[in-house]
């Protein structure tokens, strides 16, 4: 596709169980970033990549939060033994490069935690 | 205080009035961007500046570095741009992340 892709649209998921999130970014996007948009909150920064490696994690809340991204390309944002302050919208962006580039948005991940 | 401040938080306005929404911030930024969230959708990026003033449709962003503010104005608004307009700046130094205003509700009403 042309856009920048999350999967899944919406997760309701248990307290206690583990959660991927998927985003695809435009191709040839060599920077990517993970926001979280909690409930009545404004927008926060998680993690970004630059191709494979994560110079700035700055922002993940917790160890239980991770993620990865390989090939430069697909990212994989990993919540572990989730908790219901877990639930948020999780927003993933790329541009062109980091600087002065344009950001692109997905839709992002709903996720609920029961 | 937040790095990037936005007013109003809120504003309804009647079909065809001019909108502005204004945009402080207080660190070093390379690019300001604005951001429109429509409910339930994802986010737009309607502009990136780092100087000046940019137009596209009836919509228009100027920033003043100096003075570490930017507004963006909406000419002969109609309902559909009704949304949550969100302000963010790229700082100089953090690898370009984004750091977010708390966003704008804005309502026309026709």
């Known amino acids: 596709g042309a856009g920048v892709s999350q999967s899944p649209s919406n997760k309701v998921t248990e307290k206690g169980k583990d959660v991927e999130l998927r985003c695809d970014p435009i191709s040839g996007h060599t920077a990517l970033y993970w926001y979280r948009q909690s409930l009545g909150q404004g927008l926060e920064f998680l993690i970004y990549?630059?191709?494979?490696?994560?110079?700035?994690k700055s922002g993940l809340p917790s160890d239980r939060f991770s993620a990865e991204r390989t090939g430069g390309s697909v990212s994989t944002l990993t919540i572990q033994r989730t908790q219901q302050e877990d639930s948020a919208v999780y927003l993933c962006?790329?541009?062109?490069?980091?600087?002065?580039?344009?950001?692109?948005f997905g839709q992002g991940t709903r996720l609920t935690v029961v | 205080k937040n790095e990037v401040e936005q007013s109003p938080q809120n504003l309804t306005a009647q079909e065809g009035e001019f909108i502005t929404i204004n945009c402080s911030y207080s660190v070093g930024i390379s690019a300001l961007h604005w951001l429109q969230q429509h409910p339930g959708g994802g986010i737009v990026s309607l502009f990136m500046l780092s100087s000046g003033k940019k137009k596209h449709g009836r919509l228009i962003a100027t920033i003043n570095i100096q003075e570490k503010h930017s507004s963006l104005h909406i000419t002969a608004s109609h309902p559909r741009d009704s949304a949550v307009y969100i302000c963010?700046?790229?700082?100089?130094?953090?690898?370009?992340?984004?750091?977010f205003g708390q966003g704008t509700r804005l309502t026309i009403n026709p």
């Open positions: 963010a700046v790229s700082q100089i130094q953090g690898a370009q992340k984004l750091v």
């Open positions: 962006a790329s541009s062109l490069r980091t600087g002065l580039t344009e950001a692109f």
């Open positions: 990549f630059q191709g494979n490696s994560a110079p700035d």
